[in-house]
Structure formats: C-alpha cells, structure tokens
C-alpha cells in the first residue's frame, strides 16, 4: 500500500489550495478515504471522509464550508479542495486508508501566512 500527498504549499489568509492523494497497492474502489492533519505540538486531527463511491462524505467541524473532499477511482486519487484558509489550517495533511490497518502517506506541509 503507497499513499502519495501532493500539493501543499504557503498561501495567504483567504487563499485555496488543492491537495492530492495518490493510492496504489490496493483496490482503491472499494474503500473509505481519509484526510486527515497535524499542526505542530498538537494531536493529529480528522478532517474529511469519503465513501468508496464518493457518494457521502463528512468533515470535521473546524472546516466544515471551506473544505471539500472528493475522489477520482478511475485515477486512483483523492482530493481535498481547500478554500477560505486560515493560519489555523496550518498543518501537515495526510491521507489515511483503513484496510483493518491504517495506512498513511507522507503528509504534505501547509502554510497559510501572509
């Protein structure tokens, strides 16, 4: 299982940004996605879920209406589109795929600073 983050970077308050996860070594189809984040001396944070068909999804409380999390299963991808950020979003994000084990990939760093 490799799970691939891509698309961080510094933005300013107010800016977007899209991250993107890129799976391979399993069925990406048939399972739950996840993203989730990090800031520094803090717990590692939920912050989106999606079904395997992308049908339903669910966010955490802190970016419920500026975040949005969708998926490509004919790419293998998922995605979260990120709007309105705040110095608050700054964080490492992850995504997360539980095959009964939870799997990461290597976080990609967001800044949101002016």
């Known amino acids: 299982v490799q799970l691939v983050e891509s698309g961080g970077g510094l933005v300013q308050p107010g800016g977007s940004l899209r991250l993107s996860c890129a799976a391979s070594g399993f069925t990406f189809s048939r399972y739950a996605m996840r993203w989730y984040r990090q800031a520094p001396g803090k717990e590692r944070e939920w912050v989106a879920t999606i079904t395997n068909t992308g049908g339903n999804t669910s966010y955490g409380g802190s970016v419920k209406g500026r975040f949005t999390i969708s998926r490509d299963n004919a790419k293998n991808t998922v995605y979260l589109q990120m709007n309105s950020l705040k110095p608050e979003d700054t964080a490492v994000y992850y995504c997360?795929?539980?095959?009964?084990?939870?799997?990461w990939g290597q976080g990609t760093q967001v800044t949101v600073s002016s």
């Open positions: 997360n795929v539980n095959l009964r084990v939870d799997y």
